[in-house]
């Protein structure tokens, strides 16, 4: 069974960064794709970022590009949000989530196409 854990949330200035953790456990990263997805109160649940599980490819909202960067370090079995310039639209639950794929299957942002997801980690951007 997979399982995630996302960290690194908390409350930061308008501008500011931060970086988002999330920890796989259960089976080796090395073979999943990643999502971060997001809530904010009274919406629905969006798409943030995702990288393909070789690494090689990702995809961003339009609402974050140039702002923030996917990444994956599978040795640590460990991806990352890294969000920089950080608005108020940005606050919500942050969450990650895996799907198991083959090697040449690029990044997904429909949420649908995610077997495990994490507990989700809050953002908060205060100006």
């Known amino acids: 069974q997979v399982r995630l854990a996302e960290s690194g949330g908390g409350v930061v200035q308008v501008g500011g960064s931060l970086r988002l953790s999330c920890a796989v456990s259960?089976?080796?990263?090395?073979?999943?794709?990643v999502g971060w997805f997001r809530q904010a109160p009274r919406k629905e649940r969006e798409f943030v970022a995702a990288?393909?599980?070789?690494?090689?490819?990702?995809e961003y909202a339009d609402s974050v590009k140039g702002r923030f960067t996917i990444s994956r370090d599978n040795s640590k079995n460990t991806a990352y949000l890294q969000m920089n310039s950080l608005k108020p639209d940005d606050a919500a639950v942050y969450y990650c989530?895996?799907?198991?794929?083959?090697?040449?299957?690029?990044?997904?942002?429909?949420?649908?196409?995610?077997?495990?997801w994490g507990q989700g980690t809050q953002v908060t951007v205060s100006s």
């Open positions: 990288i393909s599980r070789s690494g090689g490819s990702n």
């Open positions: 989530a895996a799907r198991r794929t083959i090697l040449t299957v690029p990044e997904s942002s429909d949420a649908r196409d995610y077997d495990y």
């Open positions: 259960g089976r080796s990263l090395n073979n999943y794709g």
